[in-house]
């Protein structure tokens, strides 16, 4: 029997740690939540037969005011389906939030909310982490003039900015985003400080329960505008920099994770991470310091001389001079490489007789 490669083995793995990861946490949510749930049930069926008893209603008199109940919660913020609520649900829609707290009930309207999300879902991600790779290039490029300023005033404290750095910024960052929101749903829509950040913790992992939704409140999507357009910012921005953090993570883990095949032609995570943040011209230089050689004399069919990163045994980036042929063909990604042709080699097989006519020509 063959023996499992690396990946496969990999994949399994993570696929067993997944599924177990599941069940734990199936088991710890049984643990907490099943008490409350039958007491909520029990409250239910008290809380129904005693209005079937006060006002004599059948069990279809019930069910449907249960309905009509349900039915006029999303209504009490005013009208959802106007402008300011319409743009709402379909901020919600593009970012996979899907709080849950209205839906289209016409035919044509479901048909397009399917339509807009098979094309707006692609189109939020790749914005998101668009914003977010900006995000950290700012950030990198912050913390190298940073440490420059650090080193005219004579402190040594910083001497590599390392991916580590911008993880810790950028959750610093996240960190600060969440707590703003925590203050403002805490505020204005009176939920309790710990509601108030549970609901951004929802929303920026984009599980949005609907259990907490914001803009609920008696006419708020009328009647705060400003408020409307300060939660859809702050949905945005929280998830850039959410976005921005997971690149982070992401990076690492698949630098970390690399196949060993491959490993040896991979870059380590500190190199991936701080590369894919020099090739903006604005950070090369802070980032690296590598000088750009003239190619200029390079006569053709010589190996040029080419540089990759590559950390040393302390972490720090230094430069490796790859002057094999075999290592520019790997490393140059265009075609302006091209080998030197072979050269004919000729034999002398006799004496020659008469030169005079091939004199005058410039062989020599």
């Known amino acids: 029997?063959?023996?499992i490669d690396g990946k496969s083995a990999r994949a399994l793995l993570l696929i067993l740690s997944t599924f177990t990861y599941l069940l734990f946490g199936a088991m710890i949510f049984d643990k907490l939540e099943s008490e409350d749930d039958n007491r909520v049930r029990d409250e239910i069926?008290?809380?129904t037969e005693r209005?079937?008893?006060k006002y004599n209603f059948s069990e279809r008199d019930m069910h449907l005011f249960e309905a009509i109940a349900i039915k006029s919660i999303p209504q009490q913020a005013g009208y959802q389906w106007q402008f300011a609520g319409a743009f709402y649900f379909a901020t919600v829609v593009i970012t996979t939030v899907g709080y849950g707290h209205s839906a289209p009930s016409t035919l044509a309207g479901k048909l397009f909310c399917m339509i807009f999300a098979l094309f707006g879902i692609p189109m939020g991600l790749v914005m998101f982490q668009s914003i977010g790779e900006r995000v950290n290039t700012f950030i990198a490029y912050s913390l190298h003039?940073?440490?420059d300023n650090l080193h005219q005033q004579g402190y040594t404290c910083l001497q590599e900015v390392t991916p580590t750095h911008l993880l810790m910024v950028s959750f610093t960052i996240g960190f600060l985003v969440i707590v703003s929101g925590t203050y403002m749903f805490?505020?204005?829509?009176?939920?309790?400080?710990f509601d108030a950040y549970y609901f951004c913790m929802i929303t920026?992992?984009?599980?949005?329960f609907g259990d907490l939704v914001p803009l609920q409140q008696t006419n708020a999507l009328q009647e705060k505008p400003l408020y409307v357009f300060a939660t859809i910012l702050f949905i945005l921005v929280g998830l850039a920099v959410f976005s921005a953090c997971v690149n982070l993570l992401v990076l690492?883990?698949?630098a970390s994770n690399a196949d060993e095949v491959t490993a040896a032609n991979r870059e380590p995570p500190s190199a991936i991470v701080l590369e894919r943040f020099a090739r903006n011209s604005l950070v090369e230089s802070q980032l690296f310091n590598i000088q750009k050689h003239s190619t200029v004399g390079v006569l053709p069919g010589r190996p040029?001389?080419?540089y990759s990163i590559v950390p040393n045994s302390a972490g720090d980036v230094h430069i490796r001079r790859q002057s094999t042929r075999r290592s520019i063909q790997d490393t140059v990604c265009c075609g302006c490489f091209k080998p030197r042709p072979p050269r004919h080699r000729f034999s002398l097989t006799r004496r020659p007789t008469n030169i005079s006519h091939l004199v005058d020509l410039e062989l020599y």
């Open 145 to 147: 003039k940073f440490r």
């Open 304 to 306: 040029r001389r080419m």
């Open 252 to 254: 690492g883990f698949m």
């Open 51 to 53: 209005l079937k008893n």
């Open 186 to 193: 805490h505020t204005i829509e009176k939920w309790s400080i």
């Open 1 to 3: 029997m063959n023996q």
């Open 45 to 47: 069926e008290r809380v």
């Open 204 to 208: 920026f992992s984009t599980i949005g």
